[in-house]
């Protein structure tokens, strides 16, 4: 594989023309290595249609191997001289494809395409003999990072740590790719949903609606759509952390600092969801209609289609709608999702992709905080998983809107260029009532209640323009990328407060009918305006046959103004900010890698002291080593890699204080801390049936006194699933496991008490069948054994929520 074909993100060249369009009306046939010219061993051509879609499972490996197995299961037949395929490889195929898709990646990239003869067979022979139109080839294509269709846990190629387009063995961190084939096995919902099962990653629920996401201990404050970083803060939350999945074609994921790409140098973990593209030259989609525990019905549809005769506009449209309600009383909770996406071939070198998305989510009963801790004597608190500290008209409304433009140009020297623009706007209406303080444990009286109608917006504009460009030196092939990054985001918060407060009464007795109050005239709560200029560069040098050195640097520009929750205005600015990044990669063999990477850590934080000041910036630097593994071609990736993290300024509770003016919990910054840890991932196929994906992570953080910081995050983590085909029946299970953790908080009484959840795991199972080629049945069940388990550990003012009891949920979907 050359450099442009590794690199390009789209090509218009003579390779494109690998898979020309005439091909779209025939079926590939099989073949058989040697010296002289070879027909098919399959003679039975059938006249199926080029539209008829059909289940393949053919490994990466020989061209010739690949042809032959395609050919064998379609019944076609194909002439070739043999010495066009030697030395040349297929990424194979796996999962349900029509002819053209199919074709498409056999051979993209080998320079060969498919002639179809007047007897119906079929003539292999090299693209560049006859001009024909064109059809899209991508470097999804060319390096598999596409993963929709494939029937892969992995990819071949990520963009997330560096723009560079490598494959995880080829990037010098610790890295997870959470495919589309895995989100439909375990039924992954939400970005909550996935956040659980990435190695190393856990989320905390803070109430219904809010989750805040964790690695290697520290809180994860950004994440990407497409690679535009897209900040965020989990106290106002507005939707982001509910993100269906529908959207995404895979879910990439970098752990430790990425400030290279990011911008904030965060030492946790980067997530890029990856859109699914408009890139299908026939008709084609699916529809799926589920039902579930506590009254959950889903429907969805996602439909791809061209859109002229030539394919080169391309459309795709996807829905969904959910309702459903809740292990948790009076809590229900109605979702819909759409997606439009558009794709036009500008020019043979030039793609435009442009489109919308919008995400509504109107849950009713929402609670605002958790159960308590403890009675007001100070003896623990045992409640039902179904207690609620919702009321009837409390919700968490919010709406989630994103617009995207892009092109995407090839140049004939190999050189790429790439610009982007996205919106995003994150509404969120929010009358709500926090109970607080402990009820008396005889007559259930004592608890108090805050009744408040906030309302925010997160307005987000985003520029993303870098260019690739590959070059040779001294006789190897290096390959450099530059890039500018542009961010303003506007937040808002407005705030109604209640008139009168009805009491709480007795909360033994409380079900959700606490009377809503009369609200007050609407006022601005807080504002904050935030402008990010970022330029970067990242280059690629081919040392030596083994060894890879890949460097880069980003300069930053943070500007920061806006208005506290009790009126006092502040704006400060962090210039010229240097973030250096350094990997280096030695191929051990044609499987084994190993690699060590630097990056620097500088991220300005929210959080803020009793004083109600703002923490300075987190300021540390990312260490990290490791193996890494490709198996079976590229099909299974394996990864063990040890880091450290040492980092200022890091933001602790201060237990017993309140931000002046706020109910927010008052923060301070831990000195010297130190996480070190270590994590092993195993992802991809075993076998042509058999998919794995398990990871394991462990790590230590404490400040520069040997105090542990962060407790309420487990220190170990493990998470597994696994798939085995059986002809049409598909059998799957797994679990999530993680160690105990815990929270210091103040009791009742005065004193300080340690909130403590044990360690524990969750099992899942999912069985398929696939009871005709367009139909199957899919049936997951969650949290088999039923375990009572927290979701957060006491951090959220001595509260508690609770996970969700054992669930199922059946999935009919068919293909068309």
Request: hydrophobic content about 35%; aromatic content about 10%.
């Amino acid at each position: 594989m050359t450099t442009q074909q590794a690199h390009s993100r789209f090509i218009r060249t003579p390779l494109a023309r690998a898979i020309p369009r005439v091909i779209k009306y025939s079926l590939l046939a099989s073949c058989l290595a040697g010296g002289l010219p070879a027909t098919a061993l399959a003679q039975q051509a059938t006249g199926q249609s080029a539209s008829t879609q059909q289940t393949y499972s053919i490994e990466a490996g020989r061209l010739d191997t690949a042809l032959n197995r395609f050919a064998v299961s379609a019944g076609i037949e194909i002439a070739f001289d043999a010495t066009l395929t030697a030395g040349k490889q297929s990424n194979g195929l796996q999962g349900q494809y029509g002819v053209t898709d199919g074709l498409q990646r056999l051979l993209a990239g080998t320079g060969l395409r498919a002639v179809r003869r007047g007897d119906g067979s079929y003539q292999l022979e090299e693209a560049g003999d006859v001009e024909l139109s064109v059809v899209e080839v991508s470097a999804d294509h060319y390096r598999g990072a596409s993963t929709e269709g494939t029937g892969s846990y992995t990819t071949g190629s990520m963009n997330t740590a560096t723009r560079l387009g490598l494959s995880i063995r080829e990037t010098p961190q610790s890295v997870s790719v959470i495919s589309r084939q895995l989100i439909d096995d375990m039924q992954l919902e939400s970005l909550t949903d996935v956040v659980n099962t990435v190695t190393g990653l856990t989320s905390t629920n803070q109430d219904s609606q809010r989750h805040v996401f964790f690695a290697r201990g520290f809180e994860i404050n950004n994440y990407q759509i497409d690679g535009i970083p897209t900040a965020w803060e989990s106290g106002f939350s507005a939707g982001e952390s509910q993100m269906d999945t529908i959207l995404y074609d895979r879910i990439e994921v970098v752990r430790g600092a990425s400030g290279l790409t990011s911008g904030a140098g965060d030492p946790s973990a980067a997530i890029n969801l990856v859109r699914k593209k408009a890139d299908s030259e026939e008709f084609t989609g699916h529809a799926t209609i589920s039902a579930g525990c506590w009254d959950r019905y889903q429907g969805t549809v996602d439909i791809s289609t061209p859109l002229n005769e030539a394919g080169t506009v391309r459309g795709r449209i996807v829905g969904s709608h959910l309702e459903e309600g809740s292990f948790v009383d009076s809590l229900e909770n109605e979702k819909s999702v759409f997606y439009g996406a558009l794709a036009a071939d500008l020019t043979d070198n030039t793609l435009m992709n442009i489109g919308i998305s919008q995400q509504q989510n109107k849950p009713t009963g929402s609670t605002w905080g958790g159960l308590p801790v403890w009675f007001s004597n100070g003896e623990r608190t045992d409640w039902s998983r179904s207690k609620t500290v919702g009321a009837d008209w409390t919700r968490w409304d919010s709406e989630v809107t994103n617009y995207f433009f892009n092109l995407e140009h090839n140049f004939d020297s190999g050189a790429s260029l790439y610009a982007a623009y996205s919106k995003n706007i994150n509404h969120a209406d929010l009358p709500l009532v926090y109970l607080f303080d402990s009820p008396d444990r005889e007559t259930g009286l004592g608890m108090g209640a805050f009744p408040a109608w906030y309302e925010f917006e997160r307005e987000q504009d985003n520029i993303d323009i870098y260019g690739n460009l590959p070059f040779a030196f001294s006789g190897r092939e290096h390959e450099m990328t530059v890039g500018l990054m542009h961010n303003n985001q506007d937040f808002t918060s407005e705030l109604r407060n209640a008139l009168n407060v009805p009491s709480v009464g007795n909360f033994y007795e409380w079900d959700g009918s606490y009377p809503e109050p009369v609200w007050d005239q609407q006022t601005t709560h807080m504002r904050k305006e935030t402008e990010q200029l970022g330029g970067y560069g990242a280059l690629r040098l081919s040392l030596a046959d083994p060894l890879t050195l890949i460097l880069g640097s980003r300069i930053t520009n943070w500007d920061i103004e806006g208005m506290k929750s009790n009126g006092d205005l502040y704006d400060f600015s962090h210039h010229q900010i240097v973030t250096p990044y350094a990997g280096l990669i030695y191929d051990i063999n044609d499987v084994y890698s190993a690699y060590v990477s630097y990056t620097d850590i500088f991220n300005p934080q929210d959080e803020q002291d009793r004083n109600g000041s703002y923490l300075d910036p987190l300021e540390g630097k990312n260490y990290e080593t490791g193996i890494k593994a490709e198996y079976f071609e590229g099909r299974l990736n394996a990864m063990l890699s040890v880091f450290r993290i040492d980092q200022d300024n890091l933001a602790q509770p201060d237990v017993g204080h309140l931000v002046p003016g706020t109910t927010n919990q008052a923060s301070y910054a831990a000195e010297g801390t130190t996480s070190i840890g270590y994590e092993f991932e195993v992802s991809g196929a075993i076998t042509d049936d058999w998919n794995l994906m398990f990871g394991w992570s462990q790590f230590q953080a404490e400040d520069a006194d040997g105090s542990a910081v962060n407790t309420s995050q487990p220190r170990r983590t493990a998470t597994m699933f696994t798939t085995y085909q059986l002809n049409d029946l598909t059998l799957g299970g797994g679990f999530n496991w993680q160690s105990s953790n815990y929270t210091m908080v103040t009791n009742p009484l005065g004193n300080s008490e340690e909130v403590k959840q044990g360690s524990y795991a969750l099992t899942h199972l999912m069985a398929k069948y696939q009871m005709t080629p367009e139909l199957s049945a899919q049936l997951n069940i969650n949290n088999l054994f039923d375990e009572k388990y927290y979701t957060n550990s006491g951090a959220w003012f001595s509260q508690l929520a609770y996970g969700a009891p054992r669930n199922a949920n059946l999935k009919l979907k068919y293909d068309f």
